[in-house]
């Protein structure tokens, strides 16, 4: 830590793989699933119960607006049962979306939020004088995404991000062309194989040039965005998307958002849901009944609640295909910016092993010299394990500095 030349001035850390009511970021394919495994965990249970959230959905997983989504969906179901009552667990984005579709056709909907507050896993916190987010930070697929014509719509600000511009930089020379090493391995590889399997076969022959470029597209655009090691992922992984052109982040956070959709909710926090009887004609959540229950809580928490009866075997099995991604975010303010500036206001580092790959340059969107750096799947147990939050960012502030030497030898 003596090398380090600059200090912040504040950091956060996150924990959402500790976190009871996640544990992990969003959800993501283990060996063997596909995205039909998420379509099956979403069926409507026998007209009083379905699932729903970001893990249900095939089209827009891992995303606050593919949660939304399908939280609509749910809703739908519910009043196609004809249910006069509905309870919806969790007051997320899915929660939050079924709730004011169930309002606005004058059904009764009661949310119960085990946290203290609403959103989720989005969380805006104040950092210094800013506000930055603890989990889900950009409106990614900007035309597809009804929440951006929710947030155009309430004047909210937003900053574009290039993803595809990134200021990159890597530990052991120039950076490779990622984008193409990323298209050959996926149109190469063996998808009869599991993931791990397959990516060892197509590295055989080639040569160490093409295997670094492939290590570093993996590390970027495959373990970064489904925050699992290869050995824990589906080969079906490779096609899920990731961001996308025009994604845009809300600089004064993405709370704001979630905020003015719940107005007018019937929303209970501190309500932490461990079973959900739906054995009779009714619903029934501790001292609650209803017609109908949508449930949203993360996948990584669904397998903590006690169905009664149980989840039919179709979701069980889906359940069982699903898994958390391990995804943690770091961010650090300083008295001034010290980096080497971005155009786009995103930067790659490639560092092997890997650690803090991927950062957002805040600073010219919220006034304040601040950067936020994500790491995932195993490079977490490599700088989290046994540290404290001042040292992890610290350590964040080593690669950091070490990406910005490397750009200012390019």
Same mark, same amino acid.
């Given at each position: 830590?003596?090398? #380090? &030349?600059?200090?912040?001035?504040?950091?956060? =850390?996150?924990? $959402?793989?500790?976190?009871? +009511?996640? &544990?992990? /970021?969003?959800?993501?394919?283990?060996?063997?699933?596909?995205?039909?495994?998420?379509?099956?965990?979403?069926?409507?249970?026998?007209?009083?119960?379905?699932?729903?959230?970001?893990?249900?959905?095939?089209?827009?997983? @891992?995303?606050?607006?593919?949660? $939304?989504?399908?939280?609509?969906?749910?809703?739908?179901?519910?009043?196609?049962? /004809?249910? &006069?009552?509905?309870?919806?667990?969790?007051?997320?984005? @899915?929660?939050? /979306?079924?709730?004011?579709?169930?309002?606005?056709?004058?059904?009764?909907?009661? !949310?119960?939020?085990?946290?203290?507050? #609403?959103?989720?896993?989005?969380?805006?916190?104040?950092?210094?004088?800013?506000?930055?987010?603890?989990?889900?930070?950009?409106?990614?697929?900007?035309?597809?995404?009804?929440?951006?014509?929710?947030?155009?719509?309430?004047?909210?600000? *937003?900053?574009?991000?290039?993803?595809?511009?990134?200021?990159?930089?890597?530990?052991?020379?120039?950076?490779?062309?990622?984008?193409?090493?990323?298209? @050959?391995?996926?149109?190469?590889?063996? &998808?009869?194989?599991?993931?791990?399997?397959?990516?060892?076969?197509?590295?055989?022959?080639?040569?160490?040039?093409?295997?670094?470029?492939? %290590? +570093?597209?993996?590390?970027?655009? #495959? !373990?970064?965005?489904?925050?699992?090691?290869?050995?824990?992922?589906?080969?079906?992984?490779?096609?899920?998307?990731?961001?996308?052109?025009?994604?845009?982040?809300?600089?004064?956070?993405?709370?704001?958002?979630?905020?003015?959709? /719940?107005?007018?909710?019937?929303?209970?926090?501190?309500?932490?849901?461990?079973?959900?009887?739906?054995?009779?004609?009714?619903?029934?959540?501790?001292?609650?009944?209803?017609?109908?229950?949508?449930?949203?809580?993360?996948?990584?928490? #669904?397998?903590? !609640? %006690?169905?009664?009866?149980?989840?039919?075997?179709?979701?069980?099995?889906?359940?069982?295909?699903?898994?958390?991604?391990?995804?943690?975010?770091?961010?650090?303010? +300083?008295?001034?910016?010290? $980096?080497?500036?971005?155009?786009?206001?995103?930067?790659?580092?490639?560092?092997?092993?890997?650690?803090?790959?991927?950062?957002?340059?805040?600073?010219?969107?919220?006034?304040?010299?601040?950067?936020?750096?994500?790491?995932?799947?195993?490079?977490?147990?490599?700088?989290?394990?046994?540290?404290?939050?001042?040292?992890?960012?610290?350590?964040?502030?080593?690669?950091?500095?070490? $990406?910005?030497?490397? =750009?200012?030898? *390019?």
């Amino acid at each position: 830590m003596d090398s #380090l &030349r600059h200090r912040p001035t504040a950091f956060h =850390v996150t924990h $959402w793989s500790d976190d009871p +009511f996640s &544990r992990g /970021a969003y959800s993501t394919l283990l060996p063997g699933a596909t995205p039909e495994h998420r379509r099956r965990l979403g069926e409507p249970l026998n007209g009083r119960l379905v699932l729903a959230g970001e893990a249900c959905n095939p089209i827009a997983p @891992a995303m606050t607006h593919g949660a $939304w989504n399908d939280g609509l969906r749910a809703a739908d179901i519910a009043i196609e049962s /004809a249910a &006069r009552r509905v309870l919806v667990i969790g007051a997320g984005f @899915a929660g939050i /979306a079924a709730a004011r579709r169930l309002k606005e056709t004058g059904i009764e909907c009661l !949310i119960l939020e085990a946290r203290d507050r #609403l959103g989720g896993r989005v969380h805006s916190i104040s950092l210094g004088p800013v506000r930055v987010d603890e989990g889900a930070a950009w409106l990614q697929q900007f035309d597809n995404n009804p929440l951006a014509v929710h947030a155009q719509r309430l004047g909210l600000p *937003l900053r574009e991000t290039d993803f595809g511009q990134p200021l990159a930089a890597a530990a052991d020379g120039p950076v490779p062309d990622i984008d193409a090493a990323w298209e @050959a391995l996926r149109a190469g590889i063996d &998808r009869s194989l599991p993931l791990a399997e397959g990516v060892a076969r197509y590295l055989e022959d080639r040569d160490e040039e093409t295997r670094r470029a492939t %290590r +570093f597209a993996l590390d970027a655009n #495959l !373990i970064l965005e489904a925050c699992l090691p290869l050995e824990s992922l589906s080969v079906d992984a490779l096609d899920e998307e990731g961001v996308g052109a025009g994604d845009r982040f809300l600089p004064q956070g993405y709370s704001q958002l979630a905020v003015h959709l /719940a107005e007018g909710l019937d929303i209970r926090l501190n309500q932490v849901v461990t079973a959900i009887d739906w054995s009779g004609d009714k619903v029934r959540i501790g001292d609650e009944s209803a017609d109908f229950c949508v449930c949203t809580a993360p996948i990584g928490v #669904l397998r903590d !609640i %006690r169905f009664t009866p149980p989840l039919p075997a179709a979701q069980q099995g889906a359940l069982a295909h699903l898994g958390m991604g391990q995804l943690e975010k770091v961010v650090l303010q +300083f008295d001034e910016r010290w $980096w080497p500036v971005s155009p786009s206001g995103y930067l790659r580092w490639y560092d092997t092993p890997a650690s803090f790959g991927e950062w957002l340059d805040l600073t010219d969107a919220v006034g304040t010299p601040t950067v936020a750096g994500l790491i995932a799947a195993d490079a977490l147990e490599r700088v989290f394990a046994g540290r404290s939050d001042e040292e992890i960012a610290l350590k964040a502030c080593e690669a950091l500095q070490a $990406w910005a030497d490397a =750009v200012r030898t *390019l």
